[in-house]
């Protein structure tokens, strides 16, 4: 069915990352790799209490140790930031108030980090302790004072409703509804770097910030923000980031604090959070309670969701709005859901502030959603599988809540592991103790509207031919291992047909890079890769012009490959690439390029809808095999089948890397990792260390199969989707399924522990997991209708959507 | 980036010099081997000797010998996995080799010493925290501060023993030697480990293990099983070591010993007697096994739920015995 | 009775052997390894993740074998022979592991890939046919968040093949 595939030479292929063999040898500089002349050591002084009014800070017994050449509080950094216009509010150093164990009070710049930690020890905080919150469902009653002085009430950060369609009339004509409560618990990135920042400010009043950050256009903005310095004297380099996955994608107080002492110092100014910090920057997966009521016929096909969610959004906003939404946006794309409600709060608590982790806001409900649907399966006595594959969400359609679906590669994920696994002549039929389990999922390609709402491109390129033949590309892009150097290379690679290692790649530098938004929300390769394609495009014309007026060949006739420029219909006349570029200088001057971005407009036009909607969606199917010990409630994970609809991988082993890794986190998840806090015990950080915050080793790592489906996309660079994220999705929800399947448990929870899986065994109706979800205390003011395409609506809701009306951010 | 405090040094060569320096800087000294337990206590400022005596050079320290009587000297400075690559211990002594193979990673046993996993300090997650955290919980009995955050109330600190090979020194009837200006002590390993978190070994501050000694283990068999989250880096949550010597198919002697849930090693005295002159039936192992776990006390203290290990002791108890008892029959 | 070799904030000075270099050093006395390394020689391929010997990631070679350098004092490696990432090319060119793990996938962000290629380094030098379960074992303290190790698996075995004098790898 699909077209035949161009003929590729770098597309699809597997060359050596470009950025490799540096980091293969300790060539790769991370943030704290830098050293200047005269560079002074920050560390920062936290709080160890988790709600408070700040009484007094005393400096002076630090300001006295040798060696200390300044301390900061926050009175020097008035203006509040945050990641979103909407939740502008953290300050780089607590002005009044901290809100957990670990929210940063002073810092100090000294000669090293022995005199700078001795520094901050010796600073003195009084406070004045207020009434801490620990969980959401005792935030939602705001009965303690309200965390922030904003939000939707008390301490309710966020309340969402948005129904499309009639959902309690799809339910009420549902042969049964399937109600199910969930837990998933919070969860961190880990990357093994840890976030470092380096600053300093030029004779010419120009400050520099090297950062292990994934946005540094956002760090950028934030930063002239407080520093109050015009965003064209600050410049900010994102060094390669040591992992991400999320983690390094919020503007951070550190990166401020050093280049404020920088300012203050006249001297660099380096900050290395220590492993435990790194827990507290946090901004990792929410604590999600949800509630889904799935109305199916007896055919297990959906006829309506209304899902309900609960998160634990920490102590600030982060991109804690959009997780909300994301908590509820992509129940649609997978599976025809004809009507849909969602309803969801975020509240605040004294916990490391939440935020987007590797699927932001999604694995939670999908975990609900697949392990839901193995119930209806179960009950049915259908294949699990089988039922999947009889609703998909068809391709080039528009979902109940208004998402363009574009390509569609979900049934073929499906049967290949199916296929790959032996699927369906094992599941339920294993020895006890063994079982199979399977869960589908899918993910954005970036989000189809910026954070800041506004016409630019979410993406910028420009490109630079030099007279030797080599090509450099300038992209605001930041690789944090995913490979989106070697995806920027490959695209102009692949267009000029230069060799791989002739381009140049200036990458992540706010100075010398136009815009591109960040490595987050799985955008880069389709974003990045669409303005990389029509720089290099655009370059190719006029060489193609210069070439074919030398050679008297019409330019549409010339090729572009191994370096040459040459007649296609007679591949022996031709010149080399630098000859190509020699001519078309001469002809028209420099060659420089540029190429942008901007996701085509989303369907919807109700509050909310800009989270969702994206260029295309890639698809995942995981299949899972677990051997359960019985009497210990261990579960080994023996072999996973994954699935992933690619569209067409730009580099084939980078992608194959996502994948593995993805699974790889989401078997963590699944089985061991989380962020747990002692509420009991002055709200701590229960685990902050890599001993004892569970990540998975080689030992736990099972043997994985993967399968790329190619079915190009139409909006994707060369046809391709994201696959950084959404691999991941179904393998939580796959492990619960494949649990059922070997021993008939329910644990309705991530992680599922061993304790927990013989909870299950024990309890009368071999389930474990939560019993109760609170009211959300949602009102019909807070509703907000829209009627889906099946009805005839046209995107608008029955209130009208006035950005304005909303109180917008927080005070300065 | 986690640094150690300041501290003055010595690398001295013998024994003797070690003991001499130990009892010139007193109690403010420490002995460091492989440094890995001690260090990251330092980075932590659980402790912050001022003076390190690293045995290092210490020769003597090291080395591992079969005796005429069947019997096994092991120096406490030999590295761990010097000793999991001895095929000779593997074979004779599979148990202890099971043991300093599940310790933490093979880069760290290539640093760590059997000495120092007999003396481990004791864990726990109010304790093993930086200095900043636990100043956010007023610190700990163990360290710094003045409650038990385990078991408000208690008067006894409650850290675990973790050590993987404590307990198999127990069940295999390790003797160990201690030389200190006062002279030259041995001590059952059984008497080494003492349960209290705080003061968790029989070792004095200016005492220095000189050797550890295996008896030989005739015909008895005995076994390690440990229980935690991850196959590598983590300290049990758990461990069972038990041995058990037959006479006939009745059980002659046994010895079965419990760690990772209690200060000290613990011996489960009431299922050793449940099996002496017994068959080793199903019957007399879950009984044994039974017996183990009734009395054992796993807090809140390290990873997994402290119900689900206490849970497990009567799981782990019973295949060590199920073990021993298949490996009787090969 | 020895005198104490070093004391508070006055840098001492050893020699040992860094990347086949005999090198005096100066260093303040309480530094690890992995400070010397990274801040007193400036080599700074050896990364670090928790500086409490729970993640492998400073992992280096010390007389041949691997150690973690967060763990080690300076002043433990008078005499010693260190072999750190930045060492294992030679005038040849990269490590065949070098090789491997650039071009299959095994080093995504690149961070704890030191780490690895000198535990590698030492196993292939004593094994240059390790089966997967030996892979896994030694391997086993390093930890990686980005590739699900394996890889890094294959990354090994590939190396291996061109080490055991079988064919070259890319």
Not at chain 3, 41 to 52: A, F, P, Y
Request: aromatic content about 6%.
């Amino acid at each position: 069915m699909s077209q035949k595939k161009p003929n590729y030479n770098l597309i699809g292929k597997s060359p050596r990352k470009v950025d490799g063999l540096s980091k293969c040898t300790g060539v790769t500089k991370f943030a704290d790799d830098l050293e200047l002349p005269r560079m002074l050591f920050c560390k920062i002084h936290r709080s160890h209490v988790a709600h408070a009014r700040i009484v007094s800070i005393d400096t002076s017994a630090a300001e006295k140790i040798p060696g200390v050449k300044a301390v900061l509080t926050g009175k020097s950094l008035p203006i509040s930031f945050g990641i979103l216009p909407v939740s502008q509010d953290e300050h780089a150093l607590c002005l009044d108030k901290v809100r957990f164990v670990g929210d940063p009070v002073a810092a100090v710049a000294a000669i090293d980090e022995d005199i700078a930690f001795d520094a901050i020890n010796a600073i003195k905080v009084e406070y004045e302790p207020l009434d801490p919150v620990f969980e959401p469902e005792e935030a939602l009653k705001n009965e303690v004072p309200p965390i922030h002085d904003y939000g939707d009430d008390g301490n309710v950060h966020k309340r969402v409703s948005m129904e499309f369609g009639d959902v309690e009339k799809s339910l009420a004509d549902s042969d049964e509804v399937f109600e199910d409560i969930f837990f998933y618990e919070g969860n961190t990135h880990l990357a093994m770097e840890q976030h470092s920042s380096l600053a300093w400010m030029d004779p010419d009043s120009r400050i520099t910030i090297w950062s292990s950050t994934q946005t540094p256009h956002y760090l950028h903005r934030a930063a002239a923000k407080v520093l109050e310095m015009p965003p064209s004297r600050v410049r900010i380099v994102a060094c390669p980031n040591g992992g991400g996955f999320g983690g390094k994608s919020d503007p951070f107080n550190h990166e401020i604090v050093v280049a404020k002492l920088a300012k203050m110092t006249n001297r660099p100014v380096k900050v290395t959070l220590t492993r435990e910090e790194v827990f507290y920057c946090h901004r990792g997966r929410h604590p999600v309670l949800m509630r889904s009521k799935m109305g199916v016929k007896k055919d297990g096909t959906i006829q309506g969701l209304h899902f309900e969610t609960l998160l634990d959004g920490g102590s600030y906003g982060s991109y804690g709005v959009a997780s909300t939404y994301y908590t509820g946006a992509l129940q649609t794309v997978t599976y025809k859901v004809p009507t849909y409600r969602f309803d969801g709060v975020r509240a605040f608590t004294n916990k490391a502030p939440c935020g987007p982790k590797r699927g932001h806001g999604t694995p939670q409900p999908r975990f609900g959603m697949e392990v839901q649907l193995d119930k209806v399966a179960a009950k049915y006595g259908l294949n699990p599988a089988t039922l999947r594959l009889s609703m998909m969400q068809p391709k080039d359609s528009i979902t109940a809540n208004w998402l363009r679906i574009g390509s569609m590669g979900l049934s073929r994920c499906i049967e290949k592991v199916v296929e790959g696994s032996d699927f369906n002549n094992r599941h339920g039929k294993l020895p006890r103790g063994s079982g199979v389990g399977i869960a589908c999922s899918s993910y954005i390609c970036g989000a189809g509207l910026p954070i800041y709402w506004n016409n630019l491109p979410h993406s910028g390129v420009q490109l630079k031919c030099d007279r030797g033949g080599g090509v450099a590309v300038f992209c605001g892009e930041t690789d944090i291992g995913q490979g989106s150097d070697t995806v920027l290379a490959t695209c102009v690679a692949e267009v000029l047909g230069v060799d791989l290692y002739d381009i140049r790649i200036v990458a992540g530098d706010t100075d010398l890079t136009p815009v591109d938004l960040g490595s987050y929300s799985s955008r880069v390769t389709l974003m990045m890769g669409n303005a990389a394609i029509q720089a290099a495009e655009r370059a190719r014309e006029l060489l193609a012009k210069a070439v074919g007026e030398k050679l008297e060949v019409p330019g549409s006739r010339l090729g572009f490959a191994e370096n040459r420029i040459f007649d296609v219909e007679n591949t022996e006349t031709g010149v080399t690439f630098a000859e190509g570029v020699v001519l078309a200088e001469s002809k028209f001057g420099t060659i420089g390029t540029v190429g942008s971005y901007t996701p085509p407009p989303s369907p919807g036009r109700f509050r909310g809808h800009g989270v969702g909607p994206s260029p295309a969606y890639s698809y995942s199917a995981a299949v899972v095999e677990v051997s359960v010990d019985e009497e210990t409630g261990m579960i080994t994970v023996d072999k996973v089948w994954i699935g992933h609809d690619i569209g067409q991988s730009i580099n084939e082993t980078l992608v194959i890397g996502q994948v593995e890794g993805s699974v790889y986190m989401g078997l963590g998840e699944a089985l061991m990792e989380e962020m747990t806090y002692r509420g009991n015990r002055f709200g701590v950080h229960k685990i902050p260390s890599l001993l004892d915050y569970k990540s998975p080793t080689t030992k736990e790592m099972p043997e994985v199969v993967t399968y790329l489906i190619e079915e190009p996309d139409e909006n994707g660079p060369f046809g391709a989707k994201e696959v950084g994220q959404g691999p991941l999705l179904p393998i939580m929800p796959a492990v619960a399924n494949a649990v059922y399947d070997a021993l008939g448990v329910r644990v309705d929870e991530v992680p599922i522990t061993p304790a927990k899986v013989l909870k299950a065994l024990s309890n009368k109706d071999l389930r474990h997991g939560p019993t109760r979800f609170p009211d959300l205390k949602i009102t019909e003011q807070d509703r907000m209708r829209v009627k889906t395409q099946e009805e005839g609506g046209d995107g608008r809701s029955d209130k009208p959507f006035d950005r304005k009306k909303k109180k917008e951010a927080v005070k300065p | 980036m986690m640094r150690l405090p300041a501290f003055a040094y010595h690398a001295p060569n013998s024994a003797r010099e070690v003991v001499e320096i130990l009892a010139g800087e007193g109690p403010s000294a420490s002995i460091v081997a492989g440094g890995t337990d001690l260090f990251p206590n330092m980075k932590r400022r659980h402790q912050t000797p001022k003076t390190l005596v690293s045995l290092q050079d210490v020769d003597e320290l090291r080395g591992v010998s079969w005796q005429s009587d069947g019997s096994l000297r092991i120096g406490p400075g030999e590295i761990l996995r010097a000793l999991e690559r001895d095929a000779d211990i593997g074979n004779r002594l599979p148990a202890l080799v099971a043991a300093v193979r599940s310790i933490s990673t093979p880069v760290l046993r290539n640093m760590g010493t059997i000495g120092g996993n007999l003396c481990l300090d004791t864990r726990c997650n109010y304790y093993n925290q930086n200095y900043e955290w636990r100043r956010a919980i007023n610190f700990c009995l163990k360290c710094d501060g003045d409650t038990c955050w385990v078991a408000p109330g208690s008067k006894v600190c409650w850290a675990v023993n973790s050590s993987d090979t404590a307990p198999v020194m127990m069940a295999l009837g390790a003797k160990l030697r201690l030389i200190s200006p006062r002279g030259t002590r041995e001590v059952d390993a059984q008497d080494f480990f003492q349960n209290d978190g705080i003061d968790y070994l029989a070792k004095k501050p200016d005492e220095l293990l000189t050797d550890i000694e295996i008896p030989d283990q005739g015909k008895s068999r005995s076994v390690y099983l440990k229980l935690r989250r991850r196959d590598a880096f983590d300290f049990p949550v758990l461990g069972v070591a038990a041995r058990i010597e037959l006479d006939g198919e009745v059980v002659k002697n046994a010895d079965i010993v419990i760690n990772a849930v209690s200060p000290a090693p613990t011996r489960a005295n009431a299922s050793e007697k449940a099996l002496i002159g017994k068959k080793m039936s199903d019957d007399v192992l879950a009984e044994a096994a039974l017996l183990a776990y009734k009395p054992s006390k796993p807090l809140d203290n390290t990873d997994f739920e402290y119900a689900w290990r206490k849970k497990m002791v009567k799981v782990y108890v019973r295949r060590a015995l199920e073990h021993i008892r298949s490996s009787f029959l090969i | 009775m020895t005198t104490p070799q070093a004391t508070v904030r006055r840098k001492v000075q050893r020699t040992f052997t860094v990347n086949g270099d005999v090198e005096e050093v100066s260093f303040l006395p309480h530094k690890t390894l992995l400070e010397v390394l990274r801040e007193d020689m400036h080599l700074t391929g050896t990364k670090h993740g928790c500086e409490l010997g729970e993640c492998g990631t400073c992992t280096v070679l010390m007389n041949g074998e691997p150690v973690l350098s967060c763990l080690v004092l300076g002043l433990a490696c008078e005499g010693a022979d260190i072999e750190t990432v930045e060492g294992m090319a030679g005038p040849d060119g990269p490590h065949p592991l070098q090789k491997t793990f650039a071009s299959i996938g095994a080093a995504q962000c690149g961070y704890c890939t030191p780490g690895f290629l000198l535990t590698a380094k030492a196993l292939v030098e004593w094994n240059s046919n390790p089966d997967r379960e030996t892979l896994k074992e030694e391997l086993s303290g390093v930890l990686c968040r980005c590739t699900g190790y394996l890889q890094i698996f294959q990354a090994v075995e590939e190396a291996c093949v061109e080490i055991r004098g079988e064919g070259e790898t890319k």
